[in-house]
């Protein structure tokens, strides 16, 4: 079992910039491929970007221009920065962590863009 806490989400302006991190509970997190999804308001959960045991990052063709995702191996932890931040942005931000059949998701973090 592998717990995931994500943190780093709040209210947010319009333009801003903003980094999320997720923290695993595994001594074999570089053997996790990570990815972060978002669930809007009345949205199905969507993926946002994903980065793999080796470090190549994927995004959703809409977010490849504004969001960067990284890992730390050494930390157990994986990030998503945000930037020029939208009010389509506002969401409920999920960490997942996959290692072959298995698939272990976080509470999610908040991440609200209003001016």
């Known amino acids: 079992q592998v717990q995931l806490v994500e943190s780093g989400g709040g209210l947010m302006q319009p333009g801003g910039s903003l980094t999320l991190s997720c923290a695993a509970s595994?001594?074999?997190?570089?053997?996790?491929?990570m990815y972060w999804y978002r669930q809007a308001p009345g949205s199905q959960r969507e993926l946002v970007a994903g980065?793999?045991?080796?470090?190549?990052?994927n995004y959703a063709d809409s977010k490849k221009d504004r969001f960067t995702i990284s890992r730390d191996n050494t930390a157990n932890a994986v990030y998503l920065q945000m930037n020029n931040l939208i009010p389509e942005d506002t969401a409920v931000y999920y960490c997942?962590?996959?290692?072959?059949?298995?698939?272990?998701w976080g509470q999610g973090t908040q991440v609200t863009v209003s001016s």
């Open positions: 997942n962590a996959r290692f072959e059949s298995f698939s272990y």
């Open positions: 595994t001594n074999i997190f570089d053997f996790y491929a």
């Open positions: 980065i793999t045991t080796g470090g190549a990052a």
